[in-house]
């Protein structure tokens, strides 16, 4: 059994029927779901806004290549073409962190692979992730150069003008399943 945490983004047609396509895709994997949050594209493509929200699921059957791929399926159903770099995107869906149930508690999962990086190594710096993770798991902890650390602070540390960006919406992703009890706290290894 994996845990994992997923930021999700649109800025491209139907965005909160991308995101809702991935709340529908996880069905009773899914443990919660933020609200969505609307956050100024930057860089240096001109582009509209995205659309944001977190999910944490669980799911007995997939490790954390089996969530990548998973994933990467829903963005390309979405009709997601991997081309500009910093373009727009019907769907992108990234893996935040991922733990894995063990008899003596949960382990966090760490991998360097070209394909995959746990945790993601940008998460700490988005406020477009904390904010909605915030929301739903108050006291979690995200593991940043090798130290775990509350997100609240990590949120903290950012420019009040990166959390001002991040814009709290009325679009509503439905759940089609009840939205079950997420863990308190990310137990220590
Ligand atoms: P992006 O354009 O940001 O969606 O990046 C997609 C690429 O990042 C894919 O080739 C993935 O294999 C790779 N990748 C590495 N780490 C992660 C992660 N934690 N979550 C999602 N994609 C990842």
Redesign the pocket.
């Known amino acids: 059994m994996t845990r994992v945490v997923l930021s999700i983004g649109s800025n491209l047609g139907d965005r909160v029927g991308r995101l809702q396509s991935v709340v529908d895709a996880l069905g009773e994997s899914l443990l919660a779901v933020s609200p969505a949050y609307e956050t100024d594209a930057w860089g240096p493509v001109a582009q509209g806004p995205f659309l944001n929200a977190v999910v944490i699921a669980d799911d007995p059957a997939l490790d954390e290549f089996g969530w ?1 791929r998973w ?1 990467q399926q829903l963005e390309e159903a979405a009709g997601r073409v ?1 081309g500009q770099r910093w373009g727009p995107r019907t769907l ?1 869906v ?2 935040v962190n991922c733990y894995q149930s063990a008899p003596d508690g949960d382990v966090e999962v760490f991998s360097r692979d070209y ?4 945790p ?1 190594p940008l998460a700490h710096l988005r406020a477009f992730v904390l904010i909605p993770w915030l929301a739903i798991q108050p006291d979690a902890e995200l593991t940043v150069d090798g130290r775990k650390r509350p997100i609240a602070g990590l949120l903290a540390e950012l420019e009040p003008a990166d959390r001002g960006s991040v814009r709290l919406t009325a679009q509503v992703l439905n759940l089609t399943t009840p939205q079950r009890v997420v863990p308190n706290a990310m137990p220590e290894i």
């Open positions: 990548l994933a991997r992108d990234d893996l394909r995959l990086t746990l993601h």
